[in-house]
């Protein structure tokens, strides 16, 4: 079925595959399935639609709306949302049926649950079970931590995103079991690491793409098992360490010849690791992954991100160890979940948000542990299943079933969001389309007096915490904390002279992007599906190929 996309007019296709996921994972109500209908829009503006909802890295101080307590929120303090302290949040101080309203059949339901959201209160962040890391967002159990987000068991680590078990890291994006690392992305068990993209078992190595179980390299790419090596040349110990003495008083030269020198490096078209009838990139074992990127343990999936341990489920972002889950974000341990932001171990629920421990609820917010709930109003089973194949009817006769939620009626500014990193808009654009834009970013910045960052580590001193620092960037304020300088010291690391958002978007931009093209091997001319463009430089190769020829 080929459709044209009612946001960008862009084609896209339904297939017969997809429409037996959407009757598998539609609602049954007294015996009778409520099909959901095929999307009107295109994968990418559906995937733009979720994010809009997701807010990881903005934080601001504000008041708990309860108690007037001074707390740390992704919610600005000029967003008229009721925001509680997770504390408050979580007691039985307020009662989420307080809020409960009759369903208006005179009335759009995203209407209705855009005022029933306005009015009931929002947990502040979601930074579940941890020890001194009060400024981090969409965390659990992580101890010693700053400015971590979608981020878990983690220890005395700064600037970490989706990043897991790791120990004294800094600055990594998508990074399994590291310490003692530093600007690594999309890599897993690595020690005392700098530099290093697509990288697995390594120690001691500085510079890299694409490394397996290496020691002591410098700048090098596709080896298996190396040690002492250079740009891929391998030198004595003695050599090698002299050499690297020298080459690390310039990493900004080292790494921009390196992205030079391996452009016309074999890459597998793919980066995947037990990947069986999948597409996307950074995969690791999985079935039938289609269209996903950054996932981990998946079967029988399409139009994923940022997820792991997932089965039969559909244009999901930033959802872990769910099953028949489709157009949800930020959810965790789901069964039956469709149209949801931030639910957490659910089953059946629908059109709901900030609900966690529920089950047969719809166009429900921020509830605990409730079941047959209707705009947060309780019911029997017997009346839930009565009343919902009649909402769902008039919802089909205004557009709305089948459809997340809107992004007008999103709490943040377009550009809070994660939509924005991935779909950046300028700020007409946002308003000629009636979403939020947050002004934040507007107000006068920290115009001190300017500091200059040292150029080495060693003569860095602690004084330079105390000072407000200005980005090189974007002029933005930044500080160094005590503990972040502490490993800078340890692993000989000159000061940042960008600020954390600034060095995240770098990190970001090293990323291919969500986006398939029609490419054929370099070397058997295999047809590939791969997210690298057909106008870039890079040579690539099917798996088969890759594997004979690297290793």
Known sequence: MQKICEQCSAPFEITPDDLKFLEKVSPEFGGKKELIPPPTLCPDCRQQRRLSWRNERNLYHRKCDLTGKQIISMYAPENAQNV??????????????????????????????????????????????????????????????????????????????????????????????????????????????????????CSDCVIGYNLRGCRDCFACYNLQNAQFCIGNARYTKEKYLALVEELRKDIPAALKQFEKRTQSMPRKYMDCINAEGCTGNAIINAKNAVDCYEVIEMQDCKYVANATHM??????????????????????????????????????????SLCFHCEHCFGCSSLKHKKYCILNKQYTKEEYEKLMPKIIETMRKLGEWGEFFPTKFSPFGYNETMASDFFPLAQEKVASKGWKWNRSEDQEHYMGKKVTVPETIEETDDAICKEILRCSVTDKPYKIIPQELSLYRQMRIAPPKKCPEQRYKERMALHNPRRLWARNCAKCSAELQTTYSPDRPEVLYCESCYHSSIF
């Not at 690392?181 to 290093?196: A, G, K, N, T, V």
């Not at 959810?331 to 089953?347: A, L, Q, R, V």
Request: proline share 1%; aromatic share 16%; glycine share 2%.
């Open 311 to 352: 089965k039969d489920a559909m244009d999901v972002n930033n959802d872990d160890h769910s099953e028949l889950v489709y157009e949800a974000v930020g959810s965790e341990t789901n069964y039956m979940h469709c149209f949801n932001d931030i639910c957490w171990f659910n089953k059946n629920l629908l059109y709901c």
């Open 84 to 201: 509680y302290d997770q504390e408050v949040f979580w007691s039985d101080a307020w009662d989420p049926l307080a809020y409960g309203r009759d369903f208006d059949f005179q009335k759009s339901f995203f209407a209705q649950f855009a005022d029933l959201f306005s009015a009931t209160p929002r947990i502040n962040l979601i930074n579940k079970e941890h020890q001194n890391s009060e400024y981090c967002n969409f965390c659990m159990r992580n101890k010693n931590c700053y400015l971590l987000f979608t981020s878990g068991e983690c220890e005395d680590s700064f600037y970490l995103n989706r990043s897991w078990t790791s120990r004294n890291c800094c600055d990594c994006s998508n990074l399994k079991d590291g310490e003692l690392c530093y600007e690594i992305i999309d890599s897993d068990h690595c020690y005392h690491c700098q530099y290093l993209t697509n990288c697995a078992n």
